[in-house]
């Protein structure tokens, strides 16, 4: 992106991805390989698959997302605390994503702490088989497996928090119709797929 084009504030985007089942076990050992040996040109092609929905082979196997669906996410401001004391290293790394399913869209605010309508179980960025967090130049990338899925689960808002349970939130995200609008896409419920989370919060702000 062309810095004249650049809204002022950081860059921080959310992907929810949908890739086929049997993509399952390729992707789990791509994000096994991500977190054992930190590869930036791995981690930056992975990036392209949700950034530019591209393809790419992973040991002969083609990785290729269903549908991919883009919402900006906002930094709020309990996260933007914690992320300087992170930078002072005196807190621990961000380690969890959270979904909710709230069923219409909404605009977070810099005040929330916690999800509209959070469901139960957060993935844990640092189970090596199914989440990362990962940095790239400015970019700080957070993701992670949700599950096998059919196309009658709706789950239309994400966080990145510090805990298991309660903790502190970095960044709040409405996908709403957009992530409701899936459920008119035939091939969604054709067959039992995977869905990705993915944040990337880029820590280079363009100032006015």
């Given at each position: 992106m062309k810095l004249e084009k650049?809204?002022?504030?950081?860059?921080?985007?959310?992907?929810?991805?949908y890739f086929p089942q049997y993509q399952k076990a390729v992707l789990h050992d791509?994000?096994?390989?991500?977190?054992?040996?930190h590869d930036q040109n791995l981690i930056s092609e992975f990036a392209s698959v949700f950034e530019k929905?591209?393809?790419?082979?992973?040991?002969?196997?083609?990785?290729?997302?269903?549908?991919?669906?883009?919402?900006?996410?906002l930094l709020?401001?309990?996260?933007?605390?914690?992320?300087?004391?992170?930078?002072r290293g005196t807190v621990s790394?961000?380690?969890y994503?959270?979904?909710?399913?709230?069923?219409?869209?909404?605009?977070?605010a810099v005040s929330d702490t916690v999800l509209l309508n959070e469901?139960?179980?957060?993935?844990?960025?640092?189970?090596?088989?199914?989440?990362?967090?990962?940095?790239?130049?400015?970019?700080?990338?957070?993701?992670?497996i949700h599950s096998e899925m059919t196309g009658n689960n709706i789950i239309d808002e994400v966080g990145i928090f510090s805990a298991s349970s309660g903790g502190t939130m970095l960044n709040h995200t409405s996908f709403g119709t957009a992530q409701i609008a899936r459920l008119q896409n035939p091939?969604?419920?054709?067959?039992?797929?995977?869905?990705i989370f993915a944040v990337f919060v880029e820590f280079c702000p363009a100032l006015p």
């Open positions: 650049r809204g002022r504030g950081s860059l921080d985007v959310s992907y929810i991805a791509l994000i096994s390989e991500i977190n054992r040996d929905n591209k393809s790419f082979n992973y040991n002969d196997n083609l990785i290729k997302a269903d549908q991919i669906i883009e919402k900006g996410d709020v401001n309990g996260g933007i605390d914690r992320t300087i004391d992170a930078m790394p961000w380690r994503v959270a979904t909710g399913i709230v069923g219409s869209a909404f605009t977070p469901a139960t179980g957060r993935i844990d960025m640092n189970d090596v088989n199914r989440g990362w967090h990962e940095q790239f130049g400015m970019k700080i990338f957070y993701g992670g091939q969604a419920t054709m067959y039992r797929q995977i869905m």
